[in-house]
């Protein structure tokens, strides 16, 4: 079964950078796209930015030219690099499979707090 452990979230000032990984068990990790989700309080979780398994990415509009997503197959770990943060970026940041590939189990997550 798939699991993905996020780590990298913390408490950071309003134009500051944060970086996130995303850790992903299984031997196929370098067939599969995926996906970082956030979900602030009373927000559904949504889509902010996914990589394909040739690297492709898409960004939601919200994110781009600031949040780059990349990875690494030989660490099983997709990262997210945020920059000039906003505090409307506050949010548990999750990463899983893309929406049209079937979610799997979410793991917990991990909290991105952004000061004004």
């Known amino acids: 079964q798939v699991q993905f452990v996020e780590s990298g979230g913390g408490l950071v000032q309003a134009g500051g950078s944060l970086g996130l990984s995303c850790a992903a068990s299984?031997?196929?990790?370098?067939?599969?796209?995926i996906a970082w989700y956030r979900q602030a309080p009373g927000k559904q979780r949504g889509v902010v930015a996914s990589i394909s398994s040739s690297g492709w990415t898409n960004y939601a509009d919200y994110v781009k030219g600031r949040f780059t997503i990349s990875r690494d197959n030989a660490k099983n770990t997709v990262y997210l690099q945020k920059n000039s943060l906003k505090p409307e970026d506050t949010a548990v940041y999750y990463c899983?499979?893309?929406?049209?590939?079937?979610?799997?189990?979410w793991g917990q997550g991990t909290q991105v707090t952004v000061s004004s």
């Open positions: 299984g031997s196929a990790f370098s067939t599969w796209a």
């Open positions: 899983n499979f893309p929406p049209q590939g079937g979610v799997r189990s």
